[in-house]
């Protein structure tokens, strides 16, 4: 198929229609997890793992799932982690217990980490010049989307299924739509969807380079699986220092293994590229910081000031359809504009930040309606939707197709470590704080942390601009 095939918009529906279900069983479980809570009897720790299950295993798959998909067939890759998320889902949603639930949860998080790399490289594939930024803004519009609606969708399931049975419609919810997605995807992906891998001639099955998958994947399970755990031990910490030696390895090791003349996991010569390797670090900051802001103002608004879950939800949704609306829009201007999309895009994320603090600060000292968050976060979600579509299609730009899955993972798994280790620590420093001071006082800390995360990708932006003006 060439890439001026109209059947290319078709492809992209379907990987949008996959993504959307994966995203929305993030943010309708967030809603859901007191109803699982007394559902099945669970403890804390149980809770705890049914995020973070899901999140570890997606992290640790996503880039050997990429790379899989590059040699091999990322139709087929995409088609098999579809069938994997679905299934999980329909074990979630019948789960008789807290442990077979995060079971499920577990093999979800492989399922969508043998997707989403799929995805990225396929719009790489089939999408050139300002279509590419385009479709890129489609997927930072689903983004958007899904997580506005996805509290909304979680509470509406739970009050029409009771505490019994609503939890149990937020993993179910994906049979309808996974099935229609995998229809779809198999009768509109090119043919073949699965080939014999592009491998290098006389040698064999080792281009395949399983044991960089093997290093790489416990690399990052050693690094993620403190800040994933609710109550680490000191000697859990120990695991940090354990996965950035397993990096160090994986990067001696995929160097010898070039040298030797087979295909890599990861072309490790796209790293002197500047605009992957800064536009990766800015996406790593950026996380380490962002995805905090929804845990934080969700837990402030219930705990501090007593909203429902459903209030609670609604807090964000006009940042998130803001965030959906200036993402279609930023991948139309980024071929026009190019990094400025993106530095634009950061400021206001800075400024929307900025302003909340000033919201909660003026609620608690002058008595200003806390509503006026539904304002100040409107900013920052504007910001969002101008950063991360449009920083995905400066970044891949200009990376070789035959490593597109894989090089969209390495920057997606950056975005998985910097969500997790930023939620750990930004969380952990609002809870330490919160017994000495107000919730105000102590949610207030937690967002200028975060916004001193996002000036930093700000920093790295403004880098690359000079970068590319030089190069130029």
Known sequence: MTNNDPIRWRILAVLLMAIFMSLLSVSVVNVALASIQ???????SDIQWVLSGYALTFGVVLVSAGRAGDLMGRGGFFILGLIIFITASIA????????WLNGARFVQGVGSGFMNPQAVGMIQQYFQGPERGRAFGLFGTTVGVSVAIGPVIGGLLIQLGGAELGWRL???INLPVGLITLVLAFLWFPRPLIHKPKLKEHKGLSSLDPIGAVLLGLGVLAFLFPFVESHPSGLLWLLVPVGLLLFYIWVRWERWYTLRGYSPMVDLKIFATSSYRNGSIIMTLYFLGMTSVWV???LYVQLGLGFSAFEAGMVGIPSALLSAYSANWAGKKVNYYGRKVVIGGLSLAVFGLLASIAVVMLHEYVGTSIWWLLVSLGFFGLGQGSVISPNQTLTLAEVPLAYAGSSGAIMQTG?????????????ALVFTLQPYSSWSIAVSFGLLTITFTVLLALAMAFKDLRDRRVKG
């Open 296 to 298: 934080l103002i969700p």
């Open 170 to 172: 937020t993993f179910l």
């Open 38 to 44: 007394e559902g099945l009897n669970a403890s804390r």
């Open 92 to 99: 979630a949603g019948l789960a008789p217990d807290a442990h």
């Open 415 to 427: 975005q998985r470590i910097g969500t997790s280790v930023g939620i750990a620590v930004i969380t």
